[in-house]
Nanobody
Framework: QVQLVESGGGLVQPGGSLRLSCAAS????????MGWYRQAPGEQREWVAT???????NYADSVKGRFTISRDNVKNILYLQMSSLKPEDTAVYYC????????WGQGTQVTVAS
């Protein structure tokens, strides 16, 4: 059974940084494409970034240059390093694992406010 557990969210001031982690179990992590979505209150879930099983990365325009996605295929952990955070980055961040279908974590709250 696939299990994805996010951590690292919290409250941060504008311009600050956070690193999210997503620990995966129950899957052959190396063969999955992994990534992050986010959902702000009252908004649709928005794709943020993906890292493929071949380490290719893609980012939404809204986070490009500020966020970095990476994966540790030994520890089975996905990361999202977020810098230069803005209030509009406030959302619940969900990690996903995708092969033939999506598996989701429970989400971690990120709040950017002064």
């Amino acid at each position: 059974q696939v299990q994805l557990v996010e951590s690292g969210g919290g409250l941060v001031q504008p311009g600050g940084s956070l690193r999210l982690s997503c620990a995966a179990s129950g899957i052959n992590f190396n063969v999955y494409n992994m990534g992050w979505y986010r959902q702000a209150p009252g908004e649709q879930r928005e794709w943020v970034a993906t890292v493929t099983n071949t380490q290719r990365t893609n980012y939404a325009d809204s986070v490009k240059g500020r966020f970095t996605i990476s994966r540790d295929n030994v520890k089975n952990i996905l990361y999202l390093q977020m810098s230069s955070l803005k209030p509009e980055d406030t959302a619940v961040y969900y990690c996903f694992a995708r092969k033939n279908s999506y598996a989701w974590g429970q989400g971690t709250q990120v709040t950017v406010a002064s």
